[in-house]
């Protein structure tokens, strides 16, 4: 059966962004003399920017206030945007669902000014489109909070809605709301306990019954 509501995540889930954000992230490493980890991909794979930040600044020795550091990744994030791609599959599973009038956001750990540019890119956006950003929410993923707050402007019970992400900390989030959470990595991997792993888009449309 269809689902009421189908939350998103955004970076790795509905477009392939994770490889734009390593490389802006390397690019602003080297830019202030910090040399990225081996497993720099693995730490920051669904987290958000302050916790990256505090990383940097605690493990790596980064000297520079967050507004500044974050502004310098971004210079190098956005330039990169023209070359985005959708993840294969997720987009035309989420206009078949707009068609049928399921209720859906994309509920993002990114700040704002980054869901709208990627959004942009792949052509996802319209009027009346709901959208979480990082900027939105006091707790982003793995709290329950952004998926909570895309089901109160939906207003939709988190019990029947999906919450479809690729990382351990946004599959947390909709596993913490209350919803049934699909977890669709980058590569095949055991998901949080409690949520429905998958490794195609055929496997998402099942789950979703279309």
Do not use: C
Not at 80 to 105: D, K, S, T, W, Y
């Amino acid at each position: 059966m269809t689902p009421k509501a189908v939350f998103w995540d955004m970076d790795g889930t509905l477009v392939d962004s994770e490889p734009l954000h390593e490389a802006a992230l390397v690019a602003a490493m080297r830019n202030v003399g910090l040399t990225p980890p081996s497993d720099l991909h693995e730490r920051v794979l669904g987290v958000a920017a302050w916790p990256v930040y505090e990383m940097m600044r605690d493990e790596f020795g980064l000297d520079l206030a967050f507004d500044d550091w974050i502004v310098r990744k971004y210079e190098h994030y956005l330039p990169l945007v023209e070359g985005l791609r959708p993840r294969p599959g997720a987009i035309e599973v989420f206009n078949e669902l707009r068609a049928l009038g399921v209720q859906q956001a994309v509920v993002s750990n990114s700040d704002r000014l980054i869901v709208d540019a990627n959004l942009r890119a792949v052509g996802l956006f319209y009027p009346g489109m709901k959208t979480i950003s990082r900027n939105d929410v006091r707790e982003g993923k793995p709290h329950a909070e952004p998926f909570l707050r895309a089901a109160y402007l939906a207003d939709v019970d988190p019990a029947h809605a999906v919450a479809v992400d690729d990382s351990w900390p946004g599959a947390m989030a909709g596993l913490a709301a209350g919803m049934k959470t699909i977890f669709w990595p980058e590569k095949p991997m055991e998901g949080p306990p409690g949520a429905t792993v998958i490794n195609s888009a055929e496997e998402l449309r099942a789950q979703l019954g279309l």
